[in-house]
């Protein structure tokens, strides 16, 4: 029987039909200047670096508290990968929950005062498989401008209809309350990870709490070391950054957390954190607490960087140096590691046009003298 497809026959491969495409955008890509590449790098302890052979100090890195490299931590994950091996084997569902989960989901919600946690494979797996579990088609969302793409990604996914209210502009989202349909989950981030600025916590909750709406937080750069209290009844947050591991958790009331566990897809689907990770997290959060002076070290090392630099007292240990021209960020961020400083240039589409920046994070592992020194050096550069 004769095809009845209109389709014309190709003597490409698919295989190279394939390849033209990827090549395409590549090139689309090149010329916007927004082409990536990863660069193999030894990351050690104390916030240095080894990259082609030189040793570099690490101004970009969010192991805010220096315990990625931590011989306690390592020490821990070893243990458990002796006891427990290095796979969880399946989702948490199918194979049966590793001991080090509960552990760990018990320290904590205890941590953020919730009745409950449940931990996720990484903080984007937590925003995309909670929120379209809270909300749906008939509900709306309401988003900081700036907050993190997985939680555009999890709103999206939600099928909920989305409004975007200006940074930290609380009466803008009244505005948007006022308007909405169904049930309203309002979502920002304690800090913002390009801005290092808070979220106005205090004053959003209170609306919430007005409207009838949910306030939801990402805490992936607060966890460990902002110490204000926070109101959401929702908390996602990470163990990749301050804790020095990898994963990511909600804390929030027993039900919520309950009927995650059948309704997130991110988690039902997804195998479970290996034993080790578990394990490093959990002895990170003990040091954590154990050892409050290593937030107070990288808080006043961010301090001390902004009075060199002229610049407004920080909020968090995340510090952005605005240049604004691509080119010119790059270059810069090059020299700077050509001078021994890793400070990643961030440009769009992660920024907005015009606002690339240097993204600066302050580590418990700096010294006062690595602080003054890149404050020296990158006022140099910027003035040439």
Same mark, same amino acid.
């Given at each position: 029987?004769?095809?009845?497809?209109?389709?014309?026959?190709?003597?490409?491969?698919?295989? =190279?039909?394939?390849?033209?495409?990827?090549?395409?955008?590549?090139?689309?890509?090149? @010329?916007?200047?927004?082409?990536?590449?990863? &660069?193999?790098?030894?990351?050690?302890?104390?916030?240095?670096?080894?990259?082609?052979?030189?040793?570099?100090?690490?101004? $970009?890195?969010?192991?805010?508290?220096?315990?990625? $490299?931590?011989?306690?931590?390592?020490?821990?994950?070893?243990?458990?990968?002796?006891?427990?091996?290095?796979?969880?084997?399946?989702?948490?569902?199918?194979?049966?929950?590793?001991?080090?989960?509960?552990?760990?989901?018990?320290?904590?919600?205890?941590?953020?005062?919730?009745?409950?946690?449940?931990?996720?494979? /990484?903080?984007?797996?937590?925003?995309?498989?909670?929120?379209?579990?809270?909300?749906?088609?008939?509900?709306?969302?309401?988003?900081? !401008?700036?907050?993190?793409?997985?939680?555009?990604?999890?709103?999206?996914?939600?099928?909920?209809?989305?409004?975007?209210?200006?940074?930290?502009?609380?009466?803008?989202?009244?505005?948007?309350? =006022?308007? @909405?349909?169904?049930?309203?989950?309002?979502?920002? !981030?304690?800090?913002?990870?390009?801005?290092?600025?808070?979220?106005?916590?205090?004053?959003?909750?209170?609306?919430?709490?007005?409207?009838?709406?949910?306030?939801?937080?990402?805490?992936?750069?607060?966890?460990?070391?902002?110490?204000?209290?926070?109101?959401?009844?929702?908390?996602?947050?990470?163990?990749? &950054?301050?804790?020095?591991?990898?994963?990511?958790?909600? $804390?929030?009331?027993?039900?919520?957390?309950?009927?995650?566990? /059948?309704? @997130?897809?991110?988690?039902?689907?997804?195998?479970?954190?290996?034993?080790?990770?578990?394990?490093?997290?959990?002895?990170?959060?003990?040091?954590?607490?154990?050892?409050?002076?290593?937030?107070?070290?990288?808080?006043?090392?961010?301090?001390?960087? $902004?009075?060199?630099?002229?610049?407004?007292?920080? !909020?968090?240990?995340?510090?952005?140096?605005?240049?604004?021209?691509?080119?010119?960020?790059?270059?810069?961020?090059?020299?700077?590691?050509?001078?021994?400083?890793?400070?990643?240039?961030?440009?769009?589409?992660?920024?907005? &046009?015009?606002?690339?920046?240097?993204?600066?994070?302050?580590?418990?592992?700096?010294?006062?003298?690595?602080?003054?020194?890149?404050?020296?050096?990158?006022?140099?550069?910027?003035?040439?």
């Amino acid at each position: 029987m004769a095809s009845t497809s209109s389709r014309k026959p190709d003597c490409m491969s698919s295989l =190279e039909r394939l390849k033209r495409h990827a090549d395409a955008r590549l090139q689309r890509i090149h @010329a916007a200047g927004q082409h990536r590449v990863v &660069k193999p790098t030894h990351r050690k302890s104390d916030a240095q670096a080894e990259r082609d052979g030189q040793q570099l100090i690490s101004f $970009c890195d969010n192991d805010y508290l220096s315990l990625a $490299c931590e011989p306690r931590v390592i020490r821990a994950a070893c243990d458990a990968a002796e006891q427990y091996g290095v796979g969880a084997g399946a989702s948490r569902l199918i194979t049966g929950d590793c001991p080090l989960n509960s552990v760990l989901e018990r320290r904590l919600a205890a941590m953020k005062g919730t009745e409950a946690c449940l931990v996720f494979g /990484s903080g984007y797996l937590a925003n995309v498989g909670t929120i379209p579990a809270l909300v749906g088609q008939a509900d709306t969302i309401l988003l900081d !401008e700036l907050s993190h793409a997985c939680m555009y990604a999890g709103a999206r996914l939600s099928g909920a209809e989305i409004h975007i209210f200006r940074h930290n502009d609380v009466e803008h989202a009244r505005e948007l309350i =006022e308007r @909405a349909q169904g049930q309203v989950l309002v979502l920002t !981030e304690t800090v913002f990870s390009m801005d290092g600025d808070r979220a106005p916590l205090l004053e959003l909750n209170a609306l919430c709490e007005h409207s009838g709406a949910w306030l939801m937080t990402d805490d992936a750069h607060g966890l460990g070391i902002l110490d204000a209290p926070n109101p959401a009844p929702i908390q996602m947050g990470t163990l990749s &950054k301050a804790a020095g591991a990898y994963g990511g958790y909600v $804390c929030g009331p027993a039900e919520v957390i309950d009927m995650l566990v /059948s309704r @997130a897809r991110s988690f039902v689907y997804t195998t479970g954190l290996p034993a080790p990770v578990l394990a490093a997290a959990i002895r990170a959060l003990d040091i954590m607490c154990e050892e409050p002076y290593r937030a107070d070290r990288a808080k006043d090392h961010a301090a001390l960087f $902004c009075d060199l630099m002229r610049l407004p007292a920080p !909020e968090s240990v995340i510090v952005p140096v605005i240049v604004g021209e691509e080119a010119r960020t790059m270059n810069i961020s090059a020299a700077l590691e050509r001078d021994g400083y890793l400070v990643t240039a961030i440009r769009p589409p992660t920024v907005p &046009k015009g606002t690339s920046r240097l993204r600066i994070t302050f580590a418990t592992g700096h010294t006062e003298a690595d602080v003054r020194r890149l404050s020296e050096t990158l006022n140099r550069l910027l003035q040439s």
